[in-house]
């Protein structure tokens, strides 16, 4: 389980200011009392516009840099307090780059089962595992480089779910991907969120309103850093009194009617 308390975090950031193109600093406030509880067996969705935080979020989720109030934990682990032991409990994919281009998938899967503490026979029998559920057979003894994006981020999400953490964190996973790589990211997920595949506890953060009413059984929609609305796909219908997912995301996101709907 993976829970979000009232997090916020701001920015200092580089500008300019006239007259004279004075160099100055000025505060941003990325995120601000972000709330999520993401349970086993289910998957949640993170939804927002470009901007909205949601990048932000996942990142202090992921230990790469602190909020500077609230609290983060997975599986009730504090993930300030004991990263490194909250992480091993995550599978995070934020997108498929860094993998390396002169090793094969697999060696790139069982490198990172490595660094996990597996040893090797786990490791690689964790690999050909991967390879069934995510469908990388013809790929596996292929070096990366000059992959497809649908085979780098089958490769990156197999890196991710090595050591088979409870806990999986996808930020925005088919950018980039043809229809029959996001078909099957889309069933290896209902397959990891099922009893038969561990009942993990996903994250699944996106901008298109396709895959949440496909995917995700709750879904949390931010702007402007924060959370405006919460609830299951029929519920944000139902609260904007929309029937098209995308003019009910419109309305909880921008504050306004969907264009061509009249005031």
């Avoid at 292929?142 to 994006?149: D, H, M, N, P, V």
């Avoid at 779910?161 to 991907?177: F, R």
């Avoid at 309103?209 to 944000?236: F, I, K």
């Amino acid at each position: 389980m993976i829970s979000i308390e009232n997090v916020s975090k701001e920015f200092v950031v580089a500008g300019t200011a006239k007259p004279f193109h004075r160099s100055v600093k000025k505060t941003v406030q990325a995120v601000s009392g972000v709330n999520l509880q993401a349970p086993n067996g289910r998957i949640t969705g993170l939804l927002g516009p470009n901007g909205a935080g949601k990048t932000t979020t996942l990142r202090m989720l992921g230990a790469l840099f602190q909020p500077d109030q609230g609290r983060i934990t997975v599986d009730g682990i504090a993930v300030a307090d004991q990263p490194r032991l909250a992480l091993a409990r995550m599978g995070i994919l934020g997108d498929a780059h860094g993998l390396y281009p002169r090793l094969t998938a697999r060696e790139n899967v069982v490198y990172f089962g490595r660094l996990q503490g597996m040893d090797s026979d786990t490791a690689h029998a964790r690999a050909q595992e991967l390879a069934r559920l995510l469908d990388m057979g013809s790929i596996l003894d292929r070096r990366t480089e000059g992959f497809s994006q649908g085979e780098r981020m089958k490769t990156a999400l197999a890196r991710a779910l090595v050591h088979d953490p409870a806990n999986i964190v996808l930020d925005e996973p088919t950018n980039g991907l043809d229809v029959l790589a996001t078909r099957a990211l889309r069933e290896a997920l209902r397959h990891l969120r099922s009893p038969q595949g561990g009942s993990k506890c996903i994250v699944f953060s996106t901008h298109i309103m396709s895959e949440v009413q496909q995917l995700c059984e709750y879904v949390v929609v931010m702007a402007q850093g924060r959370n405006v609305a919460e609830g299951t796909v029929d519920e944000l219908l139902a609260q904007t009194g929309q029937t098209q997912f995308e003019d009910a995301f419109v309305q909880l996101a921008f504050g306004a009617q969907p264009i061509g709907v009249s005031v």
